[in-house]
């Protein structure tokens, strides 16, 4: 007779090993589960096999007769028995890794280190880790490193250019390194093969030959990152549809929450929340599928990519005209504006759902400082509102003083070329400002269509400035040039 796995288990531990099992079981609470391991660990000191004594070890740990219809429960202990010994072992294996393989260790590390945000000494344990990896020719490692520095480039701060430049560079470098990988480890394979094969021509034996590296073939998931590659595009008709086509396909094959598959999952459906809302302008559909990423991202636990998530979800809410709930959804996490990489942009946010309400005061209590240390958008972005605050609360002169200095510091800095958008709409602005003050009904309306036309010249030339809040808050004030 076959011996049941949990024996087979428990016949393998060591004393301390066994130590560590029953601490773990009383951590537990469990008094069937407790009985079950003594009665399992006695009876095998005894050299009595488990598996044809199922019906006394029932009765001995629910304390009632043994019977078909309730097997189930003790199948369900020996299962939950199994894997506490099998958590113990791989918990004790992984401490001796941790001793043995420094390169292991490392890697442990810079999760950790990750998680607390502790980047100065996350850049120096990457930099020793992977040149301990190059030295020993692990190029295994040095990818799993690499795509931990791709990762952190994207959490260790607000988003900008030079961050973005930075990613390319980490990104270009595992490709590098992919190409190591693959070559040398076929001719790792090829090398064990032979060796396997010299046996089988000793015997005259025929086997197939070794088949080539095909960097062609198809997968499910090399076809969703395709489809991914098509999505993320920032031109291109088939976005939308890409996005669709993507997110409908790792669902079906993502299905375990705290895996990297159910990440792409989440990042697969953030992605389509985000297209319908910059290409489709469907913004009520793009607020609807932001939610739904972000309780994916509940459900997957991961908690560094809720503000990223958020962030899309508020965005969707301010262009579908939801101002106070993005107000609401803020007051209700208020830890969103305290997130290092998008906070400042929920501040943004928050102060202008509070301009669109009408509100001056709560505007410009919830506006953050503008700072030339955020990245060059974030900082105009919320130049732009003390501008438009100074509209709401009334204050035409101030108003016009502030963005005829956004237009000054575009000239100053030299970046009119660079920023022709941002200092068109300026332009715009200003003019806007000026005009409500006019008192003739037809130079009013002659300035109106001006605006209206720049407006439509600007989405055109800059699609995604369709959705820039400036923009959206000018339309809805051009009544008042009527």
């Given at each position: 007779?076959?011996?049941?796995?949990?024996?087979?288990?428990?016949?393998?531990?060591?004393?301390?090993?066994?130590?560590?099992?029953?601490?773990?079981?009383?951590?537990?609470?469990?008094?069937?589960?407790?009985?079950?391991?003594?009665?399992?660990?006695?009876?095998?000191?005894?050299?009595?096999?488990?598996?044809?004594?199922?019906e006394?070890?029932?009765?001995?740990?629910?304390?009632?007769?043994?019977?078909?219809?309730?097997?189930?429960r003790?199948?369900?202990?020996?299962?939950?028995?199994?894997?506490?010994?099998?958590?113990?072992?791989?918990?004790?294996?992984?401490?001796?890794?941790?001793?043995?393989?420094?390169?292991?260790?490392?890697?442990?590390?810079l999760?950790?280190?990750?998680?607390?945000?502790?980047?100065a000494?996350?850049?120096?344990?990457?930099?020793?880790?992977?040149?301990?990896?190059?030295?020993?020719?692990?190029?295994?490692?040095?990818?799993?490193?690499?795509?931990?520095?791709?990762?952190?480039?994207?959490?260790?701060?607000?988003?900008?250019?030079?961050?973005?430049?930075?990613?390319?560079?980490?990104?270009?470098?595992?490709?590098?390194?992919?190409?190591?990988?693959?070559?040398?480890?076929?001719?790792?394979?090829?090398?064990?093969?032979?060796?396997?094969?010299?046996?089988?021509?000793?015997?005259?034996?025929?086997?197939?030959?070794?088949?080539?590296?095909?960097?062609?073939?198809?997968?499910?998931?090399?076809?969703?990152?395709?489809?991914?590659?098509?999505?993320v595009?920032?031109?291109?008709?088939?976005?939308?549809?890409a996005?669709?086509?993507?997110?409908?396909?790792?669902?079906?094959?993502?299905?375990?929450?705290?895996?990297?598959?159910?990440?792409?999952?989440?990042?697969?459906?953030?992605?389509?929340?985000?297209?319908?809302?910059?290409?489709?302008?469907?913004?009520?559909?793009?607020?609807?599928?932001s939610?739904?990423?972000?309780?994916?991202?509940?459900?997957?636990?991961?908690?560094t990519?809720?503000?990223?998530?958020?962030?899309?979800?508020?965005?969707?809410?301010?262009?579908?005209?939801?101002?106070?709930?993005?107000?609401?959804?803020?007051?209700?996490?208020?830890?969103?504006?305290?997130?290092?990489?998008?906070?400042?942009?929920?501040?943004?946010?928050?102060?202008y759902?509070?301009?669109?309400?009408?509100?001056a005061?709560?505007?410009?209590?919830?506006?953050?400082?503008?700072?030339?240390?955020?990245?060059?958008g974030e900082?105009?972005?919320?130049?732009?509102?003390?501008?438009?605050?100074?509209?709401?609360?009334?204050?035409?002169?101030?108003?016009?003083?502030?963005?005829?200095?956004?237009?000054?510091?575009?000239?100053?800095?030299k970046?009119?070329?660079?920023?022709?958008?941002?200092?068109?709409?300026?332009?715009?602005?200003g003019?806007?400002?000026?005009?409500?003050?006019?008192?003739?009904?037809?130079?009013?309306?002659?300035?109106?269509?001006?605006?209206?036309?720049?407006?439509?010249?600007?989405?055109?030339?800059?699609?995604?400035?369709?959705?820039?809040?400036?923009?959206?808050?000018?339309?809805?004030?051009?009544?008042?040039?009527?």
């Amino acid at each position: 007779m076959s011996k049941l796995r949990l024996e087979r288990y428990i016949e393998s531990l060591d004393d301390s090993e066994k130590a560590a099992v029953a601490q773990a079981v009383e951590a537990q609470h469990r008094p069937t589960l407790s009985a079950l391991w003594r009665l399992c660990t006695e009876l095998l000191a005894s050299r009595t096999s488990i598996k044809p004594n199922k019906e006394a070890i029932f009765e001995r740990i629910f304390g009632e007769p043994y019977s078909k219809e309730n097997d189930y429960r003790l199948r369900h202990e020996y299962r939950l028995l199994v894997s506490t010994i099998e958590h113990v072992l791989a918990e004790r294996h992984a401490r001796e890794k941790l001793v043995s393989d420094r390169l292991f260790a490392d890697e442990l590390l810079l999760e950790a280190l990750a998680q607390r945000n502790l980047w100065a000494e996350f850049d120096d344990t990457l930099a020793d880790a992977l040149d301990r990896a190059a030295r020993q020719h692990d190029y295994h490692r040095t990818l799993r490193l690499q795509l931990q520095a791709i990762a952190a480039t994207l959490r260790k701060g607000m988003w900008s250019h030079e961050r973005m430049l930075d990613t390319i560079a980490w990104i270009d470098r595992a490709v590098e390194t992919l190409n190591r990988l693959g070559v040398t480890e076929y001719e790792h394979l090829a090398a064990l093969r032979t060796a396997t094969e010299h046996m089988l021509d000793a015997e005259d034996i025929a086997y197939q030959p070794m088949p080539p590296l095909d960097l062609e073939q198809t997968t499910e998931l090399q076809q969703y990152y395709r489809l991914k590659r098509l999505a993320v595009r920032y031109t291109g008709s088939q976005r939308l549809e890409a996005a669709q086509a993507c997110a409908e396909l790792i669902e079906r094959i993502a299905t375990e929450p705290g895996t990297p598959l159910f990440a792409e999952r989440i990042s697969a459906v953030g992605t389509l929340g985000v297209l319908l809302m910059i290409a489709a302008g469907d913004y009520a559909g793009s607020a609807a599928v932001s939610r739904r990423a972000l309780e994916l991202a509940e459900q997957h636990g991961d908690r560094t990519i809720v503000p990223l998530l958020a962030y899309n979800y508020c965005s969707a809410l301010m262009k579908a005209g939801c101002w106070q709930q993005v107000l609401d959804f803020l007051g209700s996490n208020p830890t969103l504006l305290d997130d290092r990489r998008v906070g400042f942009r929920f501040a943004l946010l928050r102060s202008y759902a509070f301009v669109f309400l009408g509100d001056a005061v709560g505007a410009l209590r919830s506006l953050p400082k503008a700072s030339r240390r955020y990245p060059t958008g974030e900082y105009h972005y919320a130049w732009y509102l003390y501008a438009i605050i100074a509209f709401v609360r009334g204050d035409l002169d101030d108003a016009l003083r502030e963005i005829k200095n956004l237009r000054k510091h575009f000239v100053r800095q030299k970046l009119r070329s660079s920023l022709a958008t941002d200092y068109a709409l300026v332009g715009v602005l200003g003019k806007f400002f000026a005009a409500t003050m006019y008192s003739s009904p037809h130079r009013r309306a002659r300035v109106r269509r001006w605006i209206e036309e720049s407006l439509d010249r600007i989405a055109a030339t800059t699609p995604h400035y369709r959705d820039y809040l400036p923009v959206i808050w000018l339309r809805r004030q051009l009544d008042q040039l009527n």
